[in-house]
Nanobody, 119 residues
Framework: QVQLVESGGGLVQAGGSLRLSCAASGSISSIHAMGWYRQAPGKQRELVADISTGGWTNYADAVKGRFTISRDNRKNTVYLQMNSLKPEDTAVYYC?????????????WGQGTQVTVSS
């Protein structure tokens, strides 16, 4: 079983910054992709950014140039540095990881962390 624990959410004024962290633990053989998603009230969950083991990154258009995703493979941890935050970035942010646990593929989600950006 694989668990993801997020931290770093909170309340910030528009233009401010936050850094989210997500640590994976449990029976992990390898992790391929790690990423961040978000879900605002009344909206579907959407991809914010993801990163491969080799460091290839992918960003939603809405966050390009403002958010940076990174990971520490030795710690099975992914980060999301969020700068120039806007009120429309307000959402619950979820961490996601996919990989192998022994011979079994896994896909895991964190519990979510609230990010609120005030105008």
């Amino acid at each position: 079983q694989v668990q993801l624990v997020e931290s770093g959410g909170g309340l910030v004024q528009a233009g401010g910054s936050l850094r989210l962290s997500c640590a994976a633990s449990g029976s992990i053989s390898s992790i391929h992709a790690m990423g961040w998603y978000r879900q605002a009230p009344g909206k579907q969950r959407e991809l914010v950014a993801d990163i491969s083991t080799g460091g290839w990154t992918n960003y939603a258009d809405a966050v390009k140039g403002r958010f940076t995703i990174s990971r520490d493979n030795r710690k099975n941890t992914v980060y999301l540095q969020m700068n120039s935050l806007k009120p429309e970035d307000t959402a619950v942010y979820y961490c996601n990881a996919a990989g192998w646990s022994g011979r079994t593929l896994f896909g895991a989600w964190g519990q979510g962390t609230q990010v609120t950006v005030s105008s």
